[in-house]
């Protein structure tokens, strides 16, 4: 007539390892999505330094008389700001200061991808990421 029921203390005892291998299981994705978070947010951010950096560069090349050490010295001002390292910057015409009214002088900066991060990379290693704008000469 009585049914023994099982007590508290066996149903708690037989769950007692659920939730850590559960966790167990979770944490190895929980990590990878959140290491490819940090490298991709800082890959978007050396590419938009890139692109501001020659950008600037762009703006300086347009103004009448100035040098090519000029440009680089207004795009490597953005890239010092922001620590980029091991970058290069590119202006093409080579000849853009003579170059007649309507040229497209486009700045383009490069950076190895390896060099500008803090923890190695799992996604993005050894890439070269550029950065480039284009203006027309309109003096």
């Known amino acids: 007539m009585f049914v ?32 490819g978070c940090i490298e991709s947010c800082s890959m978007i951010y050396l590419k938009q330094t890139l692109h501001i950096a020659s950008y600037e560069g762009a703006r300086v090349a347009l103004v009448p008389k100035t ?7 207004a ?12 970058a290069s910057i590119t202006i093409s ?3 853009w200061a003579t170059a007649p009214i309507n040229t497209l002088i486009t700045v383009k900066v490069d950076a190895p991808s390896n060099a500008n991060f803090a923890v190695p990379l799992m996604f993005f290693r050894n890439q ?12």
């Open 128 to 139: 070269t990421i550029t950065g480039h704008s284009t203006m027309m000469k309109e003096y």
């Open 67 to 73: 040098s090519a050490a000029q440009v680089e010295f």
């Open 75 to 86: 795009a490597e001002q953005i890239l010092k700001d922001r620590r980029v390292r091991k």
């Open 4 to 35: 023994k029921r099982p007590s508290k203390t066996t149903t708690a005892h037989r769950r007692s390892g659920a939730a850590l291998v559960e966790f167990s299981l979770v944490l190895p994705v929980l990590l990878f999505i959140l290491v």
């Open 93 to 95: 015409p080579s000849n």
